[in-house]
């Protein structure tokens, strides 16, 4: 488990590297008025401390064959073996993100798959790997999506 933000300098460094992964150490310690070895200290603490947990590209993704998105909800058929789920679908890499969730299903997939057809492929794998029934939902438009950002706190 991750530690929590230790202070504002944290909270704007976890800010800045949301919005920019590649800010430079220089535009970091401009932002917050500490020197390049300080941020450069702050932000290998936050990195080992699981703060940060890695750097990622935002990208298009019709522009890399991945145009579909879709929601797919997850319903256990044999609920004895239902926290088996995420692990179970882990290696699928058409699945973004998995999601334990409250209500009538167990768990929310978001995927990304190039065709209808690939879609559908990976829903019949879902079912048959995890043995659970679906519920699934595509996407037409994101309108927009957010980060998760870290708490402002008072200056």
């Known amino acids: 488990?991750?530690?929590?933000?230790?202070?504002?300098?944290?909270?704007?460094?976890a800010s800045l590297l949301i919005a920019d992964g590649r800010s430079t150490l220089k535009a970091l310690?401009?932002?917050?008025?500490l020197s390049v070895s300080a941020v450069q200290a702050r932000v290998r603490r936050l990195e080992a401390?699981?703060?940060?947990?890695?750097?990622?590209?935002?990208?298009?993704?019709?522009?890399?064959?991945?145009?579909?998105?879709?929601?797919?909800?997850?319903?256990?058929?044999?609920?004895?073996?239902?926290?088996?789920?995420?692990?179970?679908?882990?290696?699928?890499?058409e699945i973004e993100s998995c999601h334990s969730v409250?209500?009538?299903v167990s768990f929310m997939l978001f995927v990304r798959v190039a065709t209808p057809t690939a879609l559908e492929t990976l829903?019949?794998?879902?079912?048959?790997?995890?043995?659970?029934?679906?519920?699934t939902t595509v996407v037409l438009q994101t309108s927009f999506e957010r980060r998760a950002r870290p708490p402002s706190h008072p200056r």
Do not use: K, W
């Open 29 to 33: 310690a401009e932002a917050t008025g």
């Open 1 to 13: 488990m991750a530690r929590q933000l230790e202070d504002a300098t944290d909270t704007l460094l």
């Open 49 to 93: 401390d699981g703060v940060i947990r890695g750097y990622v590209a935002d990208v298009d993704h019709e522009a890399i064959g991945l145009p579909l998105a879709a929601f797919i909800s997850l319903i256990p058929l044999d609920p004895s073996r239902e926290y088996e789920i995420p692990a179970t679908l882990a290696g699928l890499s």
């Open 102 to 104: 409250a209500g009538d």
């Open 123 to 135: 829903i019949r794998e879902i079912r048959t790997l995890a043995n659970v029934a679906t519920r």
